[in-house]
């Protein structure tokens, strides 16, 4: 069974601790005759040893769950003067415990007196309060630099995140694609090759101000896919479906800017999409969640992948600090669930 431990330095308290309470507090209730006499020496020591540690472990049993009942950085001062009190009131127990155990057995050179009883609980009040310190002190120094580890985590993961973002904005691929596809309506048909011309520059405009903010409306976002989806479609004709339910309200809500650019990207990018093995990607808003899908026909060659695009969108929601997108595959279909905030 394994015992219940209130530090990673527990054994290391226990010994440095326990010698220096069992000694005091033997010597406060017996006097010099437990260091003089090797029955009582012996008697008091293994007495005291072993309800200190009971008494140890109550108190480590104790911390443990008022941290479960305390967690929350507010609740510091309940949970710490909860803690020391229930401490104190366990340690001074086991301490009067001790001393009316040696009465019962008449551990030799051992006389009862209520005042060494009281200077013994004060004594054991004083090291309750102590170990209690130094624990806290442990506790809260683990915690800042788990703290710190997290900011340095998350600020590592917002430089990323706008550094992915500053890739997608001046992705020379998609460009190249896209100017590629420009160039060949130019000559076939010259007004779809105006609107082309127009939704690339819309695309272009929001890819710039994307940065501006770290949230946007799934209105705005929709609103931008709609010429993203423009061009693509240019590039691929009826073997790309995009297919978009929004309930009514939820375009209100928030998601950071090219979430939904990046999950087509990689629907795109990632499997095939042929007039007879078309590709759908469905995007269906409920309450205050958005589900991105798409029907799963990888390509048989391997594309390189960075994993860009996910790492980009998780990055970005952790940062936030809310509820964490869901990846799912099924072996037919891919989907992403984001939060929308």
């Given amino acids: ?39 009582t020496f012996g008697f008091a020591t293994f007495i005291t040893l072993v309800i200190t540690f ?36 366990s340690s001074c127990t086991h301490s009067c415990l001790i001393f009316s155990l040696y009465k019962l057995i008449n551990l030799p050179g051992f006389i009862p007196n209520v005042y060494r009883l009281g200077f013994g609980v004060l004594s054991t009040a004083a090291f309750v309060l102590l170990v209690v310190a130094i624990y806290e002190g442990i506790h809260n120094f683990s ?19 706008q550094l992915d973002t500053m890739r997608q904005q001046v992705n020379p691929h998609f460009l190249f694609n896209s100017l590629t596809s420009l160039i060949s309506l130019i000559d076939e048909d010259p007004r779809q090759a105006s609107t082309f011309a127009e939704e690339l520059s819309t695309v272009y405009r929001y890819l710039l101000r994307s940065n501006e903010c770290s949230l946007t409306s799934l209105a705005n976002e929709l609103e931008f896919i709609q010429s993203y989806y423009h061009l693509l479609k240019t590039r691929h004709g009826d073997a790309l479906t995009l297919v978009t339910r929004v309930q009514p309200g939820a375009e209100l809500y928030q ?12 629907a795109v990018k990632h499997n095939v999409v042929l007039p007879d093995q078309p590709l759908t990607v469905s995007l269906t808003a409920i309450g205050q969640q958005l589900i991105v899908s798409n029907n799963l026909q990888r390509k048989q060659s391997r ?7 996910l790492s980009n969108i998780l990055a970005r929601y952790q940062a936030l600090g809310d509820i964490q997108p869901v990846v799912e595959e099924d072996g ?4 992403v669930t984001l939060p929308l905030l």
Avoid at 255 to 266: A, D, G, M, R, V
Avoid at 332 to 335: A, I, L, T
Wanted: proline share 5%; net charge neutral.
């Fill in 332 to 335: 037919q279909e891919f989907k």
């Fill in 303 to 309: 594309i390189l992948s960075t994993g860009i695009g």
């Fill in 143 to 161: 915690y800042w630099q788990q703290s710190r580890r997290e900011v340095d985590t998350l600020s590592r993961a917002q430089l990323q995140a």
């Fill in 255 to 266: 998601l950071p800017p090219l979430t939904l650019q990046l999950l087509i990207e990689n």
């Fill in 1 to 39: 069974m394994k015992l219940p431990a209130y530090s990673r330095y527990d054994s290391l308290l226990q010994a440095v601790v326990l010698p220096l309470h069992i000694g005091s507090l033997n010597w406060i209730f017996i006097g010099n005759e437990y260091w003089s006499n090797e029955t």
């Fill in 54 to 89: 009971v008494n140890w472990l109550v108190n480590n049993t104790i911390s443990l769950r008022l941290h479960g009942w305390y967690p929350e950085p507010g609740q510091y001062f309940a949970r710490i003067g909860r803690q020391t009190v229930a401490c104190l009131f």
